[in-house]
Nanobody, 113 residues
């Protein structure tokens, strides 16, 4: 059974940083493209960053230059380094492979002073 587990969220002040982790069981995640998705309060879930199996990356405009997605294939883990966080980055963050896998619980990121 495939399971995704996101971690690393928390409460941070504007301008701060967080590093999110996405671990998977039941699937060899390094074989797949993986995206980080954000669901802000009262908004639809949106993808913010994606990394292909070969390491190619893409970002939504609002996070370009601030977020970095990476993967550690040996540990089947995908990371999202988030810098210069703003209030608009608040939300629950999920990882998935093109929305084809069961969603995990997500990890809450709250940016507030």
């Amino acid at each position: 059974q495939v399971q995704l587990v996101e971690s690393g969220g928390g409460l941070v002040q504007p301008g701060g940083s967080l590093r999110l982790s996405c671990a998977a069981s039941g699937i060899y995640l390094s074989n797949y493209a993986v995206g980080w998705y954000r669901q802000a309060p009262e908004k639809q879930r949106e993808i913010v960053a994606r990394i292909t199996s070969s390491g190619g990356t893409s970002y939504v405009d609002s996070v370009k230059g601030r977020f970095t997605i990476s993967r550690d294939n040996a540990k089947t883990t995908v990371y999202l380094q988030m810098n210069s966080l703003s209030v608009e980055d608040t939300g629950v963050y999920y990882c998935n492979s093109d929305q084809r896998l069961p969603w995990g619980q997500g990890t809450q990121v709250t940016v507030s002073s």
